[in-house]
């Protein structure tokens, strides 16, 4: 098919709620490590990593071999029969988890279907109906994840019953007009009261993401999660970890986000880049509460042989490459010269984010923090003629999202933020 003729075909054969970036949807050809190729063979630098999945650069060598020698081998069962692509996962999962405390595992095929998941085990165990998520969050696009999901943008159709949404920890635009540390946490302190006012008083779960990020990589201080921890338990509630975005060390020196706040969840979900483009949703949790999910349970997919091996030659990757600690260093590396580009350009209101996840969020006026939507767009134009990819994101559609695989090095940043730079300046 030519580029004209896969446009025209996503425009009549796919639904009409599948968008795309930019007003011309970029086709894309082939890719390799941090690049990838359109159509008309040009080169673009990934900085979006296909929305936080490609984590060790694609078509990685080294994972696509174990791929291939496994399609070869067996493809398919079900979760109906073992196989050892699917134990040896989820063994390796269960001893890299905070604490080594989570270490029964049910495998979905995304990460809404691992939040589905998590959602019916907190029930199940707690014997309690109610919800409580965040508000700027992203869980998913099933009808339960979308309830979750703390943005109208995506939530679409009915809202199912027992969730309420509680305050963020949205330092750069606190609900409560306060500046942190002065503020004593307010927004996390306030769980207390959303509990006792809109649920019945006992609760399921609190599921969050470490750093919400469809949300705009809101990153909450570090006293955030243990205070919500705390109230949570006491009102019965189980903590689960969204870690679709935040997980397999991109946040620097851990596998899980959640640890950079010293919380150990009951439950964590994960996906992306877990298996660095293949399908593949994780639901890992404390034994106890894994065999709350009383009766029987299948999945189709889950676990599937091939994906199963991805996801632990991904690990392994992690494992052998220090990539963790790579997300550390290069992350600080990019944090520094985002933060650079803040003293240049007056639009970027914010920089934040951890490891090699780190957002710009664009203002059109640093004191009013009025968000520069329309900026934004020009400015992910500017970039696409640049040849550079990055992700939008935030409430308000005024954020940039970066985050390239995890194996970049800093020669890669340097090249990102010429390019970005050429951008905002050619946007302005």
Known sequence: MTKEEIILANKEFLFPAVFHFYKEPLVIARAKDQYVWDADDNQYLDFLGGIVTVSVGHCNSTINA??????????????????????????????????????????????????????????CYTGNTDIVALRHSYHGRSAMAMSLTGQGTWRLGPAQAGVVHAHNAYCYRCP?????????????????????????????AFIAEPIQGVGGYVTPPREYFSIIEGIVRNHGGLF??????????????????????????????????????????????????????????????????????????VIDFIEEQKLMDNCTTTGAYLRAALEELQQKHQIIGDVRGMGLMQAIELVEDRTTKTPAVAQTARLLEATRENHLLVGKGGLYGNVIRVTPPMNIGTSDVDQFIQLLDKSLTESA
């Open 240 to 313: 689960i970890s969204d870690e679709v975005q935040t997980g397999w060390g991109r946040t620097g020196g851990k596998w899980f986000g959640i640890e950079q706040w010293g919380v150990t969840p009951d439950i964590i979900t994960g996906a992306k880049g877990l298996a660095n483009g293949s399908p593949v949703g994780l639901t890992v949790a404390k034994p106890e509460i894994a065999d709350g999910l009383k009766g029987v349970t299948l999945s189709t997919f889950g676990g599937n042989p091939v994906t199963a091996t991805a996801a632990k030659a």
């Open 176 to 204: 409560f007009g306060l500046t942190y540390p002065a503020c004593d946490v307010r927004c996390a302190s306030d769980m207390e009261e959303l509990i006792r006012t809109t649920t019945g008083g006992r609760i399921a």
């Open 66 to 123: 174990k791929i291939h020698q496994q399609l070869d081998t067996l493809q398919h069962v079900s979760t109906l029969f073992a196989n050892e692509p699917q134990a040896a996962l989820a063994k390796k999962i269960a001893s890299i988890t905070p604490g080594g405390k989570l270490t029964k595992s049910f495998f979905t095929n995304s990460g809404t279907e691992a939040n589905e998941t998590a959602i019916l085990t907190a029930r």
